[in-house]
Structure formats: C-alpha cells, structure tokens
C-alpha cells in the first residue's frame, strides 16, 4: 500500500530524444506526486510536481502525466539534453510524509 | 528561494565516537524537518520526522537512541549520530517542508552529508 513501483531501473537516451519515466502506487490517500533530479553527490531537487485533480503538468522540458484511474504517473523530457544524466525519483505523499520509487538512472548521449 | 543547507558536507571519524549534522532552512521556516539515509544506488528512506520543539517520529526499524534528532527552531535541526559504526557510513540528507497554507507535502532537500566511519 505504501510503495511506489518507479521503471525502468536505468534509461538511455540519444540526445535531442524523449526520455520516459514510468512510476505506479497503490494508496489512493496519496495527494501529491513530485519529481526529483539527483546528481551524485547532491541532494533531489525538485523538478516538477502534481496533485491528483490534474491529468497533466509541463515545466519547460519537463511534462507529467496523471492516470488517477490507473493509480499510474510519468515523467516526459522532451530534447533530453547530456545535462539531464543524472537519477530521477518519483515520489508519492500523504501528509508529512514522502514514499520514493526506487529511482531511475538516466543517460543521455551525445 | 526554499534554499536548505547542511553542514558538515563530509566527515570522516572513527568507530564509537559521535558525529553532529545540521539542516538548515535559509529562506523560509519550516514546520517539519525530515532526515533520509540513502546507500549507494539506492532511494532514499526516512528515518524520522521532527517538528519544532517537539519530539521526533522515528521511522520502524531505526534506534531512536542512536540517531538523536533536536529541532529546536523553526530554521535547524540537528542529526547526531552517537556511537558511530562502520555500518553507519552512508549519505544523510534533511528536507524541510514549508510553513504555509500549503496543504500538501512540498519538501526542499539540503545537499546531503557523507558521514564516514572508520
């Protein structure tokens, strides 16, 4: 009830492609559901995030889509750029506290 | 704005000794603060919850006795992780959630500390 199911465990995309992240929970008290950029070394950074009465949010690059029938979410990077190699977490929450999928590492070749 | 910061980045100290960690909130107050342990290749996960001149919420399976949390404003919270061991080598990261009308779970991530045991 508590996972968040995040795939494909690792991803590689040719640069200038479109890179797709997948991620699936089971708590429907989930209310919000952000994304986070890490780096190694550094800490997630918040890249864009969405509540539940949405289907669909775009930041720039960055578009998530909302399936609350299917309990599913994704994140779209349009032109993926060697820049954006890095792991990106989905996240589902419920108040005070966070549940993250278990990561995926993005390669983007030049 | 939403800027956390920790402090040491790194640390490197020897088994049985303590180590202090810092978050901070520099540009906003932060209701809650929370503290994840994240392993090599791995997802981050939470160890505890704290508020502001309150006790902490430990998550299950973490020793309460041994990670001691104070989060004694609404801008700091402290990590200390007493009797240090090896197997307590790994990447501590603090977020804080924001003191608004929000109602939901915004947090901001501090860089994280790499806490070494030797």
């Known amino acids: 009830q508590q996972q968040v199911k995040q795939s494909p465990q690792s991803l590689i995309v040719q640069k200038g492609g479109i890179s797709i992240i997948n991620c699936a929970y089971e708590?429907?008290?989930?209310?919000?559901f952000p994304w986070y950029q890490q780096f190694p070394g550094k800490g997630p950074a918040l890249l864009i995030a969405?509540?539940?009465?949405?289907s669909e949010k775009k930041e720039g690059r960055f578009t998530i889509s909302f399936n609350k029938s299917a309990k599913q979410f994704s994140l779209h990077i349009m032109d993926s750029q060697p820049g954006d190699s890095a792991t990106y977490f989905c996240a589902a929450s419920r108040p005070n506290k966070l549940v993250f999928g278990a990561g995926t590492i993005l390669r983007v070749k030049s | 704005g939403a800027v956390v910061s920790q402090h040491p980045s790194w640390v490197i100290c020897k088994s049985g000794t303590s180590v202090k960690i810092e978050c901070r909130s520099l540009d906003f107050q932060a209701t809650t603060m929370f503290w994840y342990r994240q392993f090599p290749k791995q997802s981050l996960m939470l160890m505890a919850t704290s508020n502001e001149g309150s006790k902490a919420t430990y998550e299950q399976g973490v020793e309460k006795d041994k990670f001691l949390i104070n989060h004694a404003s609404l801008t700091l919270s402290t990590l200390t992780v007493t009797s240090a061991h090896p197997e307590d080598s790994s990447f501590y990261i603090c977020s804080a959630r924001v003191r608004s009308g929000r109602s939901y779970n915004e947090q901001f991530f501090g860089p994280g500390t790499r806490l070494t045991v030797l």
């Open positions: 708590n429907t008290a989930f209310d919000y």
């Open positions: 969405i509540r539940p009465d949405v």
